[in-house]
């Protein structure tokens, strides 16, 4: 790969706005580069690419999640079945495909897909998917650098799938020693499950610290089914 510096230089500061860079491209070496800089990608198709980096930042400590009363009786009797990293196309396709109050398309694009899809080929780009039987109906999906784990995107076709998957997620990034979730931008829907904002300084410290404490990137499919099946 390309030295990351060159490919996203920018340092980030307090006073700089939400979007802190323009144009580029969103092939997996300079989005692992951007992310490490606390940076994503968010624009439309056709448009140039716009790289955020909200202040303050919407985030999710592991040991702070937090399961409703209604999700607990789900997660005992086991309501759905969980995998991860067996269908990351398919998830990413359903995310970018799923309706949004007040969007009147999707932002995860024709290039992004791509380069995530490179990114799931060298082990960082994680998905877990969310089954009824033999049915997919929901998912997320998300990138995994040191102990950080930077959410994208999730769906659910089914009511609860998608905080079933998500619940479970923490619950095994948290025997993986990750520190942080990165959420992004608030959200009702994770901030019922724990999720709160912090100062972008903050977030920066966190981030330089998870980041030095990078892990062999790799699929998670069998060690995921470990825990499930005898933990979980």
């Known amino acids: 790969m390309d030295d990351q510096n060159s490919l996203f230089p920018l340092i980030i500061g307090p006073k700089t ?11 997996p070496d300079r989005l692992l580069a951007a992310y490490k800089k ?6 439309n198709e056709g448009e140039a ?19 409703s009363h209604s999700m607990k009786p789900l997660l005992k009797k086991r309501r759905f079945r969980v995998t991860v990293d067996t269908q990351f196309e398919a998830v990413v396709s359903e995310c970018a495909r799923i309706e949004r109050h007040g969007a009147s398309g999707t932002w995860i694009t024709k ?13 960082y780009a994680h998905s877990v998917e969310v089954w009824d039987g033999d049915t997919l109906v929901g998912g997320l999906y998300g990138l ?10 999730m769906f659910a076709r089914v009511s609860n799938a998608s ?5 479970t997620l ?22 019922s499950l724990g999720a709160r904002s912090i100062r972008r300084t903050q977030f920066m410290k966190l981030l ?16 995921f089914e470990d825990w499930y099946f005898n933990v979980a």
């Open 144 to 153: 995994a650098i040191g102990r950080i784990f930077f959410g994208e995107s």
């Open 111 to 123: 290039d992004l897909h791509e380069g995530f899809v490179g990114l799931h080929g060298l082990g």
């Open 170 to 191: 923490v619950n095994w990034l948290q025997t993986q020693g990750f520190d942080l979730i990165d959420c992004q931008m608030e959200t009702n829907h994770l901030g």
């Open 17 to 27: 706005g939400n979007v802190v860079a323009f144009g580029g491209d969103v092939k």
């Open 38 to 43: 606390g940076a994503f990608p968010w624009y």
């Open 49 to 67: 690419i716009q790289w955020w980096s909200p202040d303050p930042r919407f985030v999710l400590y592991p040991t702070e999640l937090q399961i």
């Open 208 to 223: 330089d610290r998870c980041v030095l404490q990078e892990a062999k990137p790799r699929p998670w499919t069998q060690e």
């Open 163 to 167: 905080k079933y998957g998500f619940i």
